[in-house]
């Protein structure tokens, strides 16, 4: 009898769990997910790395159960398909099946357009920093103007052979995408003696490259609001505090779903902010100053000219993933000839126009130069702009670093910065805080934007955009380059090469002079 009764209740208890289920997958099919096989489940558990920027915006409910209950049922198999953070228990079978991954997430993935594409590496390169680009002008002439179509056709040729290096033939003879990402080409080339060096050499260039651009935009911001009040008791590095003290709340980003509502504006606020100091320098077309273009350079200070003009085009280290995202890779050659074409004529035009107006009075950043009645203006938008764009590389930064040392299993450096249940711990949180704080010290002590945007271009700019990807394509690809593409890229690393280094030196060499004025000061 007492076996009978529990026959009975032990199939009413599978009828409830099989409705339940049953209910559960229903609500997240209407959602637009469908139920997974238990093969598919593990895919979905696995590609939570792949699918962030997807899960973003699709922020979903975690199904799970408290184990700590007396009588709480264990997870149902086909409940683990929907907890998309990770945190729900992983099937046995975790280990294998690992191609379902890719499948599973090029699906979920929504992909772009080339248009939309070609937005994206415009708004890589041709950002704030182009205000830097009239002082170039100043140091290289019509050389400089030279160095700007050299660089957009240099770093287009570079972006299209780095992702030359994404592919190989197969067996067939098809050519198939066998890499992902900027750090797996390098890897490939250091494989076998050296199979992670490459990528971390990579993730080093990264970082230096991302936290220099925060420090920048902390130097960009006291710059322009001391300039716009010069009355005001307040110092530039008054200004730098403050704007680091409006700063400080992006330590606790957890995405960067908030701020990127506000880039589409940043980016169209920049492009009219080009327009006016345009306008304002025709209206004065009168009093250009073509006998101060000059024919020679400045042997000093030319070098530091170089490495603004590189860190300018910088894009190299998204393009992997971009082209992986596109609706049509073909299409990407010819994205990145008309977004480099346009980039070369509205920068050359900018820092040319620019230049003759104000000749030899041409400030590091030039919207210094305009007048007092205008400047306040243009020179907030442009702070709110630097305000805005500083979370996008800062949280790149920490993705990186978190990764690398953190959070890379067995290999880790230090223990991972996040507990069981998803949150970031206290001390992970403070050095968050710590590496804001490291990039406000920077901008007080060297306010130099030009000497620091040189100095990045010459370093990390350089050698991701000349020297690596040369580098890396003919070492990937050198039985199928035709003799001219060889040619291309020895020159191409060799003058990159050359230039780097001059520029980085002379850079240096600023920033220490510059350094020593202000510890006499």
């Known amino acids: 009898m007492a076996t009978l009764i529990r026959s009975k209740l032990s199939n009413v208890a599978t009828s409830v769990s099989n409705k339940s289920q049953a209910k559960v997958s229903g609500m997240f099919a209407r959602m637009g997910f469908q139920a997974a096989t238990d093969e598919e489940a593990v895919g979905f558990v696995h590609c939570d790395d792949l699918d962030m920027e997807h899960r973003q915006g699709l922020q979903m409910d975690i199904l799970k159960t408290d184990a700590s209950e007396e009588g709480a049922e264990p997870p149902l198999e086909g409940d683990i398909h929907y907890q998309r953070d990770g ?23 929504p992909k772009i357009t080339a248009w939309e594409a070609g937005w994206n590496v415009t708004n ?30 240099v770093c287009c040729y570079t972006g299209k052979i780095l992702i030359a290096c994404l592919y190989e033939e197969n067996e067939d003879g098809e050519i198939v995408r066998v890499r ?3 750090v797996d080409i390098a890897n490939a080339c250091c494989a076998p003696r050296f199979p ?53 709340p992006c330590a606790f980003l957890k995405n960067l779903k908030a701020v990127s509502k506000f880039s589409l504006l940043c980016t169209l606020a920049h492009f009219v902010i080009n327009i006016l100091v345009i306008a304002y320098c025709l209206s004065r077309a009168r009093d250009w100053a ?9 042997v000093k200070k030319f070098p530091i000219s170089i490495g603004i003009i590189v860190f300018s085009y910088t894009s190299q280290i998204f393009l992997p993933s971009l082209e992986g995202n596109m609706q049509h890779p073909k299409e990407f050659h010819c994205m990145m000839n008309w977004t480099h074409i346009a980039a070369c ?19 590091e ?91 990045t271009g010459s370093l990390t700019g350089a050698g991701l955009c000349f020297l690596l990807p040369s580098l890396f394509h003919l070492k990937l690809l050198w039985r199928k380059l035709m003799w001219h593409h060889v ?19 002379h850079s240096l060499e600023g920033l220490i002079e510059a350094y020593g004025s202000n510890i006499e000061d």
Request: glycine share 8%; proline share 4%; aromatic share 12%.
């Open 87 to 109: 945190t729900g228990p992983l099937p046995p079978s975790a280990s294998k099946d690992e191609g379902i991954c890719s499948e599973l997430s090029s699906q979920a993935k």
């Open 124 to 153: 890589a390169i041709q950002g704030m920093f182009v205000l830097g680009l009239p002082y170039a002008i100043l140091h290289g002439g019509y050389l400089g103007l030279f160095l700007i179509i050299f660089a957009a056709v």
């Open 180 to 182: 992902d990402s900027y």
């Open 196 to 248: 992670k060096l490459g990528g971390r050499i990579v993730n080093v260039a990264q970082i230096i490259e991302l936290v220099m651009t925060c420090i920048l935009y902390v130097v960009v911001s006291g710059n322009l609001m001391y300039n716009s009040f010069p009355n005001l008791p307040v110092s530039q590095k008054s200004w730098s505090i403050i704007a680091t003290a409006v700063l400080l």
């Open 290 to 298: 073509w006998d101060k273009v000059k024919f020679y350079i400045d």
């Open 345 to 363: 004529i509205l920068k050359g035009l900018f820092a040319l126009v620019a230049y003759l107006t104000w000749a030899d009075e041409t400030k």
């Open 365 to 455: 950043v030039i919207t210094d130069n305009l007048p007092s009645t205008i400047r306040a203006v243009v020179n907030l938008f442009l702070v709110s702009k630097a305000l805005l764009s500083y979370p996008l590389p800062f949280f790149a930064a920490v993705e990186v670093l978190e990764k690398s040392l953190f959070q890379d299993g067995n290999r880790a450096v230090f223990p991972n910065c996040y507990g069981g249940d998803g949150r970031i711990k206290s001390w992970g949180l403070a050095l968050r805080c710590a590496l804001v704080v490291f990039t406000l010290l920077m901008a007080i002590y060297v306010p130099h934007f030009a000497l620091l945007m040189g100095l």
């Open 487 to 505: 040619f291309f890229d020895v020159a191409i690393f060799v003058i990159g090469g050359i230039c780097s280094v001059s520029g980085f030196i």
